[in-house]
C-alpha cells in the first residue's frame, strides 16, 4: 500500500537510505519503488477517476505525494524530491516552502553535490504533532503516545478482568488512559493528530461500529460514537489484525513483501491478508478470520459457538484447557493470568515436563495445519506471527511445525514462504493502530500515489 520499489539513481540503488527516524527496525528503507510519475494528470487515470482533475486537486496530490516521499525516505534534499516524484523542480520548491511553513519539515542540514552549492536536506519535524495507537485485546488495553516519526513518548497498559467488557466500560479505560498520558506527557489535546485503535472482531471501519465481537457478547455496538462524545479528536477504528498487518507492511521486517499473512495468537486467534501490496478486507471487513476455521470436525468447542476452530487448539484458552486436562493438580494452572500460565507451560516444557511438551507439541501440530492451509489457499511471501501468546512461543512453536507444513502444503508455495515472529513485539498492534491515524495524516484525501506504477 505504501511505496512497490524505489528506481531512481545508481548511488539511491546501491546504497539506499537507513532509517533514522522510527527507532522501531534497522533496515535499509527504500522499501518499495515508486515509478516515477511523469505526468500529475496520469494519476486520475491510474486511479480511473471519471473526474478531470483541478489545480485545487493537483496542488493536494502534489503536497501528499511529497510528504509521503520524505515520511519513508526521509532525508532527502528537494532535487531528490523532484527525481522521485517527477514534479519540477519549481513545484518542488513551492510546496516544500508550505510544509515548511506549517512546521511539518524541518531542514535538517546540507549534501554535496557535483557542482554548485550544496543541498539541504530535508526531514520531518517530530514534534509536530502526535498520534495515539491503541491495542483493545481479551486480557488487556495498550495505549501508545507516539511523536509524528512514530517514535514512543509514552505508554500504559490496563488489564482486563473476565466481565470488563462492557461497551461502558472499555470506553472509560480508553478515556481515562489517553487522558492520563496526555497529562504525563504535558501534551495538549489539540496537538493530537488522530487516535487509531485495533479491536478484537468484526469491525465496521467506516463507520466506527464494532459489528460483532462474539467473545465479548458485542453486535452492532457504536463505539467510535461513545468514544467522540467523550474526546475529540479524530478516532479510526479497525480490527487488530488488520492494524498489526499495516504495522508490519509499513515499518516491520514485511516492507518489501506484496503478498503477506499476519497471523495474531492471543486470547483470540485472527489474521490479516495482504494481496498485492493491499489490505484485502473481503466483502465486509471480515476476511482474514483464520481462528475460525475449522481443523477437527465435530472437535472443541469454541467460544464462537461452533467446533473444532482452529482458535479452540491454538489461542490461549485452548492450551490452557488441554493442559488441564492432562496435569489438573499443576501449580502453573494456580498463576493468576492468562500469560503468566502460557509462560508457565512453555517453561515446564523446556524442562521436559511430558504435559507441558504433548500440549505443545499439539498445538504446533494444528498451528502447521492452519499455516498449510493459508499457503495452499493464499501463496504468501510472508507469514508473520505475532499476538502477545504467539510472540511468547512462537520461536518454541514454530520449529516444532514444519513436519505438519511439510505434509499438508505443496512444496513450491511451501517453498517461497517465510515464516517468523514479529520484530515489532508486542507493540505491533498499537503501532498499527497508530498507523491508521498517520495514514489519514499523509492522505487526507484519500488519494494514494503510492499505487501508481
Known amino acids: 500500500m505504501i511505496y512497490k520499489s524505489v528506481s531512481v539513481s545508481k548511488r539511491f540503488r546501491q546504497a539506499g537510505r ?30 480511473k477517476s471519471p473526474i478531470k482533475p483541478t489545480t485545487r486537486d493537483l496542488r493536494k496530490i502534489n503536497r501528499q505525494s511529497l510528504l509521503e516521499l520524505v515520511y519513508f525516505n526521509a532525508p532527502l534534499s528537494r532535487l531528490e524530491l523532484s527525481q522521485l516524484s517527477g514534479l519540477s523542480p519549481a513545484t518542488v520548491g513551492n510546496v516544500i516552502a508550505e510544509l515548511l511553513n506549517d512546521g511539518i519539515l524541518l531542514e535538517v542540514g546540507s549534501q554535496e553535490s557535483q557542482g554548485g552549492r550544496p543541498r539541504t536536506s530535508l526531514s520531518l519535524n517530530p514534534g509536530y504533532g502526535y498520534f495515539i495507537g491503541i491495542e483493545v485485546g481479551e486480557t488487556q488495553i495498550q495505549i501508545e503516545i507516539v511523536d509524528l516519526t512514530l517514535q514512543k513518548v509514552s505508554h500504559t497498559r490496563q488489564s482486563l478482568s473476565a466481565g470488563d467488557f462492557l461497551p461502558q466500560q472499555i470506553v472509560e479505560y480508553i478515556v481515562a488512559g489517553v487522558n492520563i498520558l496526555l497529562a504525563q506527557s504535558e501534551i495538549a489535546a489539540e496537538r493530537v493528530l488522530g487516535i487509531g485503535i485495533g479491536m478484537p472482531g468484526i469491525v465496521d471501519h467506516e463507520m466506527g461500529v464494532s459489528v460483532f465481537a462474539p467473545n465479548w457478547g458485542w453486535q452492532n455496538v457504536p463505539l467510535l460514537e461513545l468514544l467522540q462524545a467523550r474526546l475529540h479528536i479524530p478516532i479510526y477504528l479497525d480490527n487488530g489484525a488488520h492494524a498489526m498487518a499495516l504495522a508490519e507492511r509499513w515499518f516491520g521486517a514485511a516492507r518489501q513483501a506484496e503478498n503477506l499473512m499476519v497471523l495474531l495468537i492471543a486470547t483470540g486467534v485472527g489474521s490479516s491478508i495482504i494481496m498485492s501490496g493491499e489490505l484485502y478486507r473481503g466483502a465486509s471487513n471480515s476476511a482474514g478470520e483464520w481462528g475460525h476455521t475449522c481443523v477437527q470436525p465435530n472437535g472443541a468447542l469454541c467460544r464462537c459457538g461452533s467446533h473444532g476452530c482452529l482458535e479452540s487448539y491454538i489461542g490461549a484458552p485452548g492450551i490452557i484447557r488441554r493442559y488441564r486436562e492432562l496435569a489438573p493438580d499443576s501449580a502453573i494452572l494456580m498463576r493468576r493470568t492468562q500469560l503468566e500460565i502460557v509462560a508457565g507451560i512453555r517453561e515446564a516444557a523446556e524442562a521436559d515436563d511430558v504435559a507441558a511438551v504433548q500440549v505443545l507439541s499439539e498445538a504446533a501440530q494444528y498451528l502447521g495445519i492452519g499455516i498449510a492451509n493459508i499457503i495452499n489457499l493464499l501463496n504468501p511471501q510472508q507469514i508473520v506471527i505475532g499476538g502477545w501468546s504467539g510472540l511468547l512461543l512462537g520461536s518454541y512453536l514454530l520449529p516444532k511445525t514444519r513436519s505438519t ?26 503501532i498499527g493502530a497508530a498507523s491508521l491515524a498517520l495514514e489519514r495524516f499523509l492522505r487526507p484525501e484519500g488519494f494514494s500515489i503510492a499505487r501508481v506504477s
Request: aromatic residues 10%; charged residues 25%; glycine residues 6%.
Open 405 to 430: 507444513i511439510d505434509a499438508y502444503a505443496l512444496k513450491q508455495p511451501a517453498r517461497v514462504a517465510q515464516i517468523y515472529v514479529s520484530a515489532l513485539g508486542d507493540h505491533a498492534v498499537s
Open 18 to 47: 537507513q532509517d533514522r527516524g522510527f527507532g522501531l527496525v534497522d533496515r535499509v528503507i527504500f522499501p518499495v519503488k515508486i515509478t516515477r510519475v511523469k505526468s500529475l494528470a496520469r494519476i486520475f487515470e491510474f486511479m
